[in-house]
């Protein structure tokens, strides 16, 4: 039981280059997130999932996009890469939106454009 | 709208010393509060998580207690380790339109000498 993978581990980018950060769960889980953690801040969502084939943007969703076609898989796509994008991307899953159910995180992307 | 304010850090210790990070929230209703765990080079992991007024969360030494007059859910250990050395992240759940967000503080780094 793997849980959470994320890759790559680093990206460089340029500025206008496109990449898919890819982010799997092995946990069946319906509910899956795609947040940013930017240097001294906490964690802002950026997209999620409740299943498959349905997604929705959350509080910084602005130059990313997303799909779900599979249950097992969400992955993050960045169109025109943007200085402003460089962050630590995280992917999470969780079982169910009741609130007292808890996140499971994947262990990151560093992603850096220049 | 909802937000969890936490202390500042780094915050650094002696091995053995009593910890305290302070955490506040703003929420309508009645949000589950987490304490999440980043180590070096990781993801997040839950640490601990309350969901009910005065319920106290408790874990690998760790706890906090959910306290609704205050709005607090500040995390304590009574002797902490260097392996303790780490970003601990409050957060708190919120119902969206379709599911279950968290929303997070800014983390607080701790650093434990031996």
């Known amino acids: 039981n793997a849980g959470v993978t994320q890759t790559p581990k680093f990206r460089i980018l340029k500025i206008g280059q496109s990449m898919t950060l890819q982010c799997t769960q092995d946990m069946n889980h319906n509910y899956m997130y795609w947040y940013r953690q930017d240097p001294g801040m906490g964690l802002k969502l950026i997209y999620y999932s409740v299943g498959a084939g349905i997604t929705d943007k959350g509080e910084v969703p602005n130059g990313y996009n997303v799909s779900r076609s599979t249950t097992e898989d969400f992955p993050l796509r960045l169109e025109l890469a943007a200085p402003s994008q460089t962050s630590v991307y995280f992917c999470?899953?969780?079982?169910?939106?009741?609130?007292?159910?808890?996140?499971?995180f994947g262990p990151g992307t560093r992603l850096t454009v220049t | 709208g909802n937000s969890v304010t936490q202390m500042e850090g780094p915050v650094t210790l002696s091995e053995e010393a009593f910890l305290t990070i302070n955490c506040t929230y703003t929420a309508t209703g009645y949000p589950s509060l987490f304490w999440y765990v980043q180590y070096p080079g990781e993801g997040l992991q839950l640490l601990l998580k309350?969901?009910?007024?005065?319920d106290k969360g408790s874990n690998k030494g760790f706890e906090a207690t959910y306290r609704k007059e205050t709005t607090s859910f500040h995390l304590e250990k009574g002797s902490v380790q260097v392996s303790d050395s780490a970003v601990y992240f409050c957060?708190?759940?919120?119902?969206?339109?379709?599911?279950?967000?968290?929303?997070f503080g800014k983390g607080t780094t701790l650093s434990v000498s031996s």
């Open positions: 957060a708190l759940s919120e119902i969206n339109q379709a599911g279950t967000a968290l929303i």
């Open positions: 999470a899953s969780s079982y169910s939106p009741a609130t007292s159910y808890e996140q499971y």
């Open positions: 309350a969901t009910k007024a005065d």
